[in-house]
C-alpha cells in the first residue's frame, strides 16, 4: 500500500485549503482513513478519522467544526477540507490507513502512512 498526498501549501490566516490522499492497493474501501498532523518540534497527532464507508468521522477539539474529511472510495482517495486556517496549523500533515473499519484516534491502529504534505499558514 502507498499513500500519497498533495495540496498542501502556503495559506494566510483564515484561508482554506483541500488535501488529497490517494492509496494504491486493494484494501482501501474496507478500512478507516486517517488524518495526523506534526509541526516543529511536537509529537505527531490525530486530525480527522473517517469510517470504511464514509459514514462516520471524528475530529480532533482543535478542528472540529473548521476542517471536514471525506473519501470517493471510487478514486481511492480520501480528502481533508480545512478551513478558517490558524497559523497553530501549520504543520507537515500526513494520511494513513487504518488495519481496521470504524474511525479511530489510536496511531498504533494505522499501518500505512504516506510522505506527509507541508502546509503553511501565516500572513
Known amino acids: 500500500v502507498q499513500l500519497v498526498e498533495s495540496g498542501g501549501g502556503l495559506v494566510q490566516p483564515g484561508g482554506s485549503l483541500r488535501l488529497s490522499c490517494t492509496a494504491s492497493?486493494?484494501?482501501?474501501?474496507?478500512?478507516?482513513m486517517g488524518w495526523f498532523r506534526e509541526a516543529p518540534g511536537k509529537e505527531r497527532e490525530f486530525v480527522a478519522t473517517i469510517s470504511w464507508s464514509g459514514g462516520s468521522t471524528y475530529y480532533a477539539d482543535s478542528v472540529r467544526g473548521r476542517f471536514t474529511i471525506s473519501r470517493d472510495n471510487a478514486k481511492n482517495t480520501v480528502y481533508l477540507q480545512m478551513n478558517s486556517l490558524k497559523p497553530e496549523d501549520t504543520a507537515v500533515y500526513y494520511c494513513?490507513?487504518?488495519?481496521?473499519?470504524?474511525?479511530?484516534?489510536?496511531?498504533?491502529?494505522?499501518?500505512?502512512w504516506g510522505q506527509g504534505t507541508q502546509v503553511t499558514v501565516s500572513s
Open positions: 492497493g486493494a484494501t482501501f474501501s474496507v478500512n478507516a
Open positions: 494513513a490507513e487504518s488495519t481496521i473499519a470504524a474511525v479511530t484516534t489510536t496511531r498504533g491502529a494505522y499501518g500505512y
